[in-house]
């Protein structure tokens, strides 16, 4: 049930004792995304991810496509291996001291060298096609943003069967949401936009609380920051309000990421986690629903 490319990257390893074999994979494979003049940044922010940064570089490693592209990975402070295995990998890395994950975002923005930049997190997996399918819409100069959709990877108490059917459920809110309120489908870990755009309309909202995007919180049955703002949604909003253009989802396979279930799990179980987010959904339907002349519409 799960894609046969994520075999490829669903190795365990242990940070402080790396298979020689496995550095030298990596930093041959990820040997060309330093290039001079990128065409595309992907951009990743990374704090305490030595658990899992080495399978999402494994995953980048293998993006196809006919431009010139670079890995660009934050490091938000860590306090683990984190930047030890940058390093040893061969990628380019900046450090950002100020925590959270807005202030690495806006680092990594400042320091990307691409026109367009894709966004990826530390803890996720990427199909080959995915940096070139979500910022293809990108060609289209009426279009300021894209994101794409994301599915979960079974965690030791999970099962995927479960996980579709949360999937699913979740899909059909997206959708409506998609309606009048694009913005708040936007994930951090899987969206796109011109960099001059985004440095144009002030960057990433610095200010916007806690960690995850808007859509990422509901979803996960936490309460969005009180000005209801997070850096993604935020971002794809201002990018439209300024005239940069307007937020489209791609459907795509291959700009469909596959994450960590470990925020749904919080609640305890999967079942728990469902119901908390059906019963957050139902009372804020009426929002999701209700036009506003600022939000977003897709194709």
Known sequence: MLPNWLNKHLFTYNPDKLPEPLLVDLRARLARFSPENPAISIVIPAYNEEASILNMLSSLADQRGSVPTEILVVNNNSKDRTQDLLDRCGVRSILE????????????????RGRIQANADADCLYPAGWAETITNPLRDPAVGCAYGLYSFLP????????????????????SIRNRHKAYLNVYGFNFSFRRTDALAVGGFLLDSGREGSVAELIAAGIAPPPSGRCEDGWMALSLQQQGKGRTVRVTHPDARVWTSDRRLMADGSLGKAFANRVWKTIREMGAYTTPKTDDTTNP
């Open 97 to 112: 001291t100020r925590p959270g994950v807005a202030n690495a975002r806006q680092a990594g923005l400042e320091a990307a």
């Open 155 to 174: 965690g030791p108490t999970s099962s995927r069967l479960a996980l579709m059917g949360y999937e699913k459920a979740a899909y059909l809110v997206n």
